[in-house]
């Protein structure tokens, strides 16, 4: 592109999710003849259950296919309302929720609505990427709030009390975690409230992040910070039914706001964007979550999720250089791979290209590339779940969602890469151009 006045600047700030990128990386290396095992994307490898299917079909065959109330139609408005009520013990009217096209844009939503250039927003690191894609994108200031692997992938007490200011406008969460699959606890629900009641900008907002809610293991429960009362009239809650109900390519989500006036706002938003979302599938998603069908498939597909869990888990901890903590929920697994950074000679390729003037790409992000184009086992890099304070973690993360079968040929492989020193001299012969940016 010649015209550097054709795009808007404010383009440059705009990140985006790698998970969806590696496909390119995939395309590459089939057409380099391998078969590239996919542990990259977040996506249930399950249908959506058939009873919600039907009421879609249905609802196209019976004409309901045009514009609707850009808030949501009323009657799964009010099954959100029901649902949040019963889930989390607070009264909900319908008019506080709004109907979105998946999870993503009330993320983007809160953002743009609650948060002026130079206000502070803290989030998860490592965490979902699209937050800090919209944090940047407006000029705020990002606050990362490190997870801790040592601490289960929770957050340090002591390091979320320096982040919490008067400037503090929005505090995202998300529990159970994307990337790490870590939960929070009780305890660490109420001291977020606790300082964000005490030390952030009297206006602050939390935005509560559950699309990952129904999918916990070791029958723990999933706690929500719109429960305590010293945030609910602070707290947007934000929710997906991609991951419950296998629906990722429907696009439905919804976001349910402290006040009607500010689901006004965001009402405002879909005009602007969407219009409304699609009502046959709207209807769909209320069937969703009336049938209590759907609560047995979901129980049974988590149940299929912590079975994967158990096998992946323990076959990654048998690898040496791989330390992988249990993940309490979604369906990804997080190892550190510290260990083979430093047997393959990675961290020190890094380190000398970097004396060289270089810009390399890091560590993880050299690994996870290998596995690609030597190993044929597609992953997510660290530094796609958070480009600020990615340097010296060295993580990959696999996606849970594929067959036992697949799984375990997928741990082989990244087996199989971790002591081979040949092919990782090779690879980094083959392809400079990838590691250094
Ligand atoms: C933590 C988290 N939040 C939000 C989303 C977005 O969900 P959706 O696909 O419904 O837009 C995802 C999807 O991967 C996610 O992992």
Redesign the pocket.
Known sequence: MTDTTLIADRMDNLGDETAFKVGDDIRRAEENGLDVIRLNL?EPDFSSPENINAVAIENIRMGNANYCDPQGIMPLRESIARYVHKTRQVEIDPDQVVVTS???PP?GYSVLTYVNAGDEVIYPNPG?P?YESWIRYVNAVPRPLTLREDKNFRFDIEDLKPLISRKTKLIIL?SPS?PTGGMLTQDDLDAIADLAARNAHPHFRILS?E??EKIIFDSREHISILSNPRVTEHTILMN?H??TYAM?GW?I?YAVLPTIEEARLFRQWNINTCSCVPPFIQAAAQQAIDDPANDTEVAQMTQQFETRRDAVIQALNEIPGICCMTPGGAFYAFPNISGICQALGILEHYERLREQGLNPIQPASMFQLFLIYHHGVATVDRSSFGSLFCENEHYIRLSLASDLDTLEEGVRRIGAASSDTEGWAQFKQDYKDLICQ
């Open positions: 977040g998946g999870g993503k993320i979902f699209i998300n994307n992040d699309v990952y997906s991609s991951k990722t696009r989500g």
